[in-house]
């Protein structure tokens, strides 16, 4: 995508402005992929060209889009609010690493928007045993960074339990992690944290 000659790459920028119904869309996540470390308008440029034909997007590739849209650092709502809207509406078509990622995306943005935050809380815990060791310690992160973003008591009782289950295979930097998270969250125990401390 990418020349040293400056006009080549304003000509070829247009090129791609002008090809919305053109593109494939996993030509644009590659695309997104490339340009991190490439011209800033193109970049931007297929940034826009996602978000218009969003709903073509196949949800496999809905996680790639936003982190490497969350990387660039591009905080504006008329980005996120289509991405947002995406997933609640294809959220059972998601696999569980895909959604945290995505929510890992908004965190990195800034782009809090507490119903969808909710919705795909409730998606996780109703199927918490599907979630892996690090996409729940990461959840858990995130879930205590968000301000205002409360556990309901149900779920507060399953990370309890989960983490009794998985305590005795986590390794040393996952014990530390899960007990940071789970003290900002507000909601360890002294069984708990007795529990992740003892193996360190």
Same mark, same amino acid.
């Given at each position: ?12 920028? #247009? ?9 494939? #869309? ?7 992929? #490339? =340009?991190?470390?490439?011209?800033? #308008? ?21 996680? %790639? ?7 660039? @650092?591009?905080?504006?709502? /008329? ?30 943005? @800034?782009?809090?928007?507490? @119903? ?11 199927? /918490?045993?599907?979630? @892996? ?11 205590? !960074? ?25 390794? +040393? %930097?996952? +014990? ?6 789970? %003290? ?5 125990? =002294?069984?708990?944290? %007795?529990?992740? !401390?003892?193996?360190?």
């Amino acid at each position: 995508f990418f020349f040293n000659d400056t006009a080549t790459t304003e000509i070829y920028t #247009e090129q791609i402005v002008g090809s919305v119904r053109c593109v494939q #869309e996993t030509d644009l996540i590659y695309g997104l992929g #490339e =340009a991190e470390q490439g011209n800033v #308008e193109i970049w931007n440029a297929l940034t826009r060209l996602l978000v218009a034909d969003i709903d073509k997007l196949p949800s496999n590739l809905l996680d %790639e889009a936003a982190t490497g849209i969350s990387k660039r @650092g591009i905080k504006d709502n /008329f980005v996120w609010q289509p991405i947002s809207n995406y997933l609640q509406r294809n959220i059972d078509n998601l696999r569980m690493n895909d959604i945290i990622k995505i929510l890992a995306s908004f965190f990195r943005v @800034g782009y809090v928007d507490q @119903g969808v935050w909710r919705q795909s809380l409730d998606y996780i815990f109703r199927n /918490f045993d599907t979630l @892996g060791n690090d996409d729940f310690i990461i959840l858990l992160g995130l879930v205590g !960074s968000i301000k205002n973003l409360q556990l309901l008591a149900d779920e507060s009782d399953k990370i309890h339990l989960r983490v009794s289950q998985i305590n005795s295979s986590l390794n +040393r %930097e996952q +014990r530390v992690l899960l007990k940071r998270n789970l %003290e900002n969250l507000g909601i360890i125990t =002294a069984e708990i944290r %007795e529990k992740l !401390s003892q193996q360190q």
